[in-house]
């Protein structure tokens, strides 16, 4: 063998060498990132089993809207537990969340309160914050008869049931009596105040 094949033969084995050494580098890293990935997310599912222990010990309970959980294993994601310190903030929320939801269904309530023909495109119900004319329209409203207060309250203690149907309010029994009562009554306020979400 002469010197120049000498030479093509290291270079073609250093060649794949190098190549060999890259390959094996490549897939070491890749094993390396996806192992430090999982315990990452080992560690956030940690981190946040820890967090939801503290807030529980720390606040009087939590709710949870099963709807809003996508599937079973992300139940235990911080993101959808709703704690509260006071039985007025959990009553608070829970209440915003049936407007939200759509549970409370404001065109109903004004059709019980003041007929079908009182339901018109320019009618109280439809306007907004923004509208100059709302403390006048809100003012304008006649009162409310006791046979459609009656009514409207049926209809606002159905629209809780399917709140208590959807949520999962996790406290003491007598703290969920509260909370259940309180919604409750809440349909009994003025329908001024029915007809608009308190958020």
């Known amino acids: 063998m002469d010197k120049t094949s000498l030479q093509m033969l290291f270079g073609v084995l250093l060649g794949v060498f190098l190549l060999a050494l890259i390959v094996i580098t490549v897939v070491y890293v890749r094993r390396?990132?996806?192992?430090?990935?999982?315990?990452?997310?080992?560690?956030l599912d940690l981190m946040q089993e820890e967090a939801i222990r503290e807030e529980q010990s720390q606040s009087k309970g939590y709710w949870i809207n099963r709807d809003d959980i996508e599937d079973e294993n992300q139940a235990h994601l911080l993101r959808?537990?709703?704690y509260f310190d006071n039985i007025d903030e959990c009553i608070h929320d829970?209440?915003?969340?049936?407007?939200?939801?759509?549970?409370?269904?404001?065109?109903?309530?004004?059709?019980?309160?003041?007929g079908e023909?009182?339901?018109?495109?320019?009618?109280?119900i439809y306007m907004t914050d923004a509208d100059?004319?709302?403390?006048?329209?809100?003012?304008?409203?006649?009162?409310?008869?006791e046979k459609n207060q009656k009514i409207i309250y049926d209809l606002w203690c159905s629209y809780v049931e399917k709140?208590?149907?959807t949520v999962e309010i996790h406290t003491t029994d007598a703290n969920r009596d509260?909370?259940?009562?309180?919604?409750?009554?809440?349909?009994?306020?003025?329908?001024?105040?029915l007809l608009r979400s308190p958020e």
């Open 94 to 114: 829970l209440i915003v969340e049936m407007y939200d939801c759509g549970f409370v269904r404001t065109e109903e309530i004004f059709v019980a309160a003041y």
């Open 163 to 165: 709140l208590l149907d």
């Open 178 to 193: 509260i909370i259940k009562d309180a919604l409750m009554v809440y349909g009994r306020k003025k329908i001024t105040i």
């Open 117 to 124: 023909e009182a339901l018109t495109p320019d009618s109280f």
């Open 32 to 43: 390396k990132l996806a192992d430090k990935r999982e315990e990452a997310l080992r560690d």
């Open 132 to 145: 100059c004319d709302l403390e006048k329209a809100k003012a304008a409203l006649p009162p409310v008869s």
């Open 80 to 82: 959808y537990y709703h």
